[in-house]
């Protein structure tokens, strides 16, 4: 059993919730570890030299004596070893370095051809990664000693055992490209891969929620999809393909294709690409999300309507996921999250189509974990991974 596998209580004072109470101040020393976790002194001693040895952990100095010896404390290393982070989407990717506590050191945002396919576009932000970190690509510079292991969100379907993409609707060229394996061969670090709704959902728990069981996280913006956090843990299922909403039907015949080869998908309804397409069918000159979006604020009445059919096309999917999964908080993120119309159809729709108990205590939200969730939940795919290891 892995420790993504593990259930909740069996991690209750295990080494990644040692390193998350030092990384967030709440314990400094080892008997803070101790009190937090009810585990013995000689255990929880035994885990904090193992996580010191990885170098995820460091002593800094003895703390404040409460009348015995003084204890020494204990701190997450901010300088030298990080990891990579890059959140792809269709047109732009998001590149970082994170340190060991999940704080981003320096992030920047790229223009990318998702068509121009895998090799260009993930050479192109590996060697970003290794420029980010201090290596210099063009003359073989090591950075193996800073950097830890780089984190990959992809936006379409990926089997996280193998890294491998399975048949992405909007990324042509890239079905089947084992990921990890084109990565292990330009760096020598772990390279772990992952759905991008799966990392936003990761970023977004450990940041915002992260004392609470039962999550569905929404990424809403060109494409649609959600990540599922279960008993505390990301829950990817059988493949990897849990928390795939996009191609839930919601429109019975006559309906809007999809690019899966079916009609009336989620996707097809309520992503950012579908209300480009629907406007451009009633005849607004729109090119792109960003121009749907200015249109929206601005009080357009068609934006506006068809803003409002979305959300109610998210929240009718999204009400059988609620009364299945009785989550505690659903938060949605993406480009469209700051779509109010959308938002409030959304949220209208989930009260009324779920149960009262359901919703008795469900909390409906924005993502307010900003522009760097996406990494940040890479980040901590990487730091888990290390701990594991640890």
Not at 34 to 58: C, D, H, K, Y
Request: overall charge neutral; aromatic content about 2%.
């Amino acid at each position: 059993m892995t420790i993504d596998e593990a259930p909740r209580d069996v991690l209750r004072g295990g080494p990644r919730e040692l390193l998350r109470w030092v990384a967030t101040g709440a314990a400094v020393s080892r008997a803070d570890l101790s009190r937090l976790s009810g585990l013995s002194p000689s255990t929880v001693s035994q885990r904090v030299e193992a996580l010191i040895n990885q170098g995820l952990l460091e002593e800094t100095g003895a703390g404040r004596s409460r009348g015995g010896r003084r204890p020494r404390q204990l701190a997450v290393p901010t300088g030298g070893a990080v990891v990579g982070a890059i959140d792809l989407g269709a047109h732009h990717a998001r590149v970082g370095t994170l340190d060991l506590s999940g704080r981003v050191v320096q992030a920047r945002t790229l223009p990318v051809r998702i068509e121009d396919g895998p090799e260009a576009v993930l050479g192109a932000l590996l060697a970003e990664v290794t420029t980010l970190v201090g290596g210099d690509p063009a003359a073989g510079g090591s950075v193996s000693g800073a950097l830890r292991g780089i984190g990959i969100g992809i936006p379409g379907p990926v089997q996280h055992a193998t890294g491998r993409i399975v048949s992405p609707s909007r990324m042509p060229g890239w079905n089947g490209f084992d990921v990890a394996a084109f990565c292990a061969g330009r760096v020598d670090v772990p390279v772990i891969v992952d759905n991008d709704a799966n990392l936003m959902a990761l970023g977004a728990h450990r940041t915002t929620h992260s004392e609470l069981d039962h999550a569905i996280y929404i990424k809403a913006g060109t494409g649609i999809g959600s990540g599922v956090i279960s008993s505390g843990r990301l829950h990817r299922g059988a493949q990897g393909s849990a928390g795939d909403i996009s191609h839930c039907r919601v429109v019975a015949d006559p309906a809007p294709p999809c690019t899966c080869g079916n009609a009336g998908c989620l996707e097809a309804v309520a992503s950012g690409a579908a209300l480009v397409t629907a406007l451009r069918g009633q005849g607004v000159p729109v090119s792109d999300l960003t121009g749907v979006i200015r249109l929206i604020d601005d009080g357009d009445r068609q934006a506006t309507a068809l803003a409002r059919q979305a959300g109610r096309a998210v929240g009718e999917i999204l009400a059988v996921v609620v009364n299945f999964f009785n989550p505690q908080v659903v938060a949605i993120g993406g480009r469209l999250a700051d779509c109010e119309p959308l938002l409030a159809s959304m949220r209208a729709t989930l009260y009324e189509r779920c149960l009262p108990l359901a919703t008795q205590t469900l909390l409906i939200e924005r993502v307010a974990a900003g522009q760097d969730v996406g990494i940040t939940g890479a980040a901590h795919l990487v730091i888990d991974h290390v701990v594991a290891a640890a």
